[in-house]
């Protein structure tokens, strides 16, 4: 799995849809209508139900109670892939909060210290082995 671009930081409590919508790379990959080589054109986003549908960005079918076997057995493939997304952030989340927490310990002897870089070390070690970035655009 890689990251393609994070984008964090919006103001205020927003819809996703509505961030998604004016983020960077939204306007990178709309502005080049799928000429990027960073997004290949063969290649999807997917989204959950708050996010519209779209030629890069695969969302579910809305259950409206008539969904046919097909359309349920997309939704159920697509929000398997949703959680493995879900699993990454968290993994990105929880590396950079230990950072942040990490740099807060100004009184911590060395060989704590030392404990702590290690530990940051290799749960560095298993992110990258299992993420990877792209590209970090904000």
């Known amino acids: 799995m890689q990251f393609i671009d994070v984008f964090v930081g919006w103001p205020g409590s927003s819809h996703d849809a509505h961030v998604w919508n004016n983020s960077p790379f939204f306007q990178l990959i709309a502005a080049e209508g799928g ?3 960073m997004f290949p054109a063969d290649c999807h986003l997917i989204g ?3 996010y519209p549908l779209s030629g890069v960005l695969l969302t579910p079918y809305r259950n409206n109670g008539h969904l046919t076997a097909i359309q349920k057995r997309y939704n159920m493939l697509l929000s398997s892939s949703r959680t493995l997304i ?3 952030f968290g993994l990105l989340k929880y590396l950079i909060e230990f950072d942040e ?7 911590v002897s ?7 870089e290690l ?6 070690d298993f992110i990258s082995q299992n993420l990877s970035f792209v590209s970090a655009i904000n």
């Open 35 to 37: 000429n990027n080589p």
């Open 101 to 107: 927490i990490k740099e807060g310990w100004d009184d």
């Open 110 to 116: 060395n060989a704590e210290e030392a404990n702590v």
């Open 48 to 50: 959950d139900s708050a």
């Open 86 to 88: 879900e699993q990454a």
């Open 119 to 124: 530990l940051g070390g290799q749960k560095r």
